[in-house]
T-cell receptor, first 113, second 112 residues
Framework: EAGVAQSPRYKIIEKRQSVAFWCNPI?????LYWYQQILGQGPKLLIQ????????DSQLPKDRFSAERLKGVDSTLKIQPAKLEDSAVYLC???????????FGDGTRLSIL | GENVEQHPSTLSVQEGDSAVIKCTYS??????FPWYKQELGKGPQLIID?????GEKKDQRIAVTLNKTAKHFSLHITETQPEDSAVYFC???????????FGKGNQVVVIP
């Protein structure tokens, strides 16, 4: 079974620029998550989708971050404009349903100059 | 919200010895406790999980024990191998929307 696919693997941008990350979950997984992992810390949930609806976005900085999962399959996370403190690895995870184990992709490492 | 702490932050063990990592959690309503292994440049990989209706779960060289009264759970790795070297994260969740709260991670180094 193919795992969670993410692209790009690395991105370097200057502050105030915009960036987008893409995620394709494991086939058939209804629940999709975006996490932010700052160096030396555990992942922190940004947003959770159930099919194409948002379940939890309480920790998403909505003034600069947005995410969508229009057809209930793949998803895009955007940051606009980026700040220095956004430097982190952005991880996508998926689960069969909301109460099932989560499986992670390898993430996108974002560096802000 | 849930607060998860891991100890020790770094653990070095000789190859073949056992490694134990302990996590404590704050929310007594948490009922799902997974452990993830993260290698450099990779995403976290689920290695074992436990729900609050059982006290122990084993999978080959890996086991997890849960003490609900004391609000802690531990990862046990027996017969450690160099490929067990990684950062291990514990997490806890109440279920419901399944939001996981992660600890800060433990660096495990297996010395050949």
């Amino acid at each position: 079974e193919a795992g969670v696919a993410q692209s790009p693997r690395y991105k370097i941008i200057e502050k105030r620029q915009s960036v987008a990350f893409w995620c394709n979950p494991i086939s058939g997984h209804a629940t999709l998550y975006w996490y932010q992992q700052i160096l030396g810390q555990g992942p922190k949930l940004l947003i959770q989708f159930q099919n194409n609806g948002v379940v939890d976005d309480s920790q998403l900085p909505k003034d600069r971050f947005s995410a969508e999962r229009l057809k209930g399959v793949d998803s895009t996370l955007k940051i606009q404009p980026a700040k220095l403190e956004d430097s982190a690895v952005y991880l996508c995870a998926s689960s069969l349903e909301w109460d099932q184990p989560q499986h992670f992709g390898d993430g996108t490492r974002l560096s802000i100059l | 919200g849930e607060n998860v702490e891991q100890h020790p932050s770094t653990l070095s063990v000789q190859e073949g010895d056992s490694a134990v990592i302990k996590c404590t959690y704050s929310d007594s309503a948490s009922n799902y406790f997974p452990w993830y292994k993260q290698e450099l440049g990779k995403g976290p990989q689920l290695i074992i999980d436990i729900r609050s209706n059982v006290g122990e779960k084993k999978d080959q060289r890996i086991a997890v024990t849960l003490n609900k009264t004391a609000k802690h759970f531990s990862l046990h790795i027996t017969e450690t191998q160099p490929e067990d070297s990684a950062v291990y994260f514990c997490a806890a969740s109440r279920g419901g929307n399944n939001r996981l709260a992660f600890g800060k991670g433990n660096q495990v180094v297996v010395i050949p």
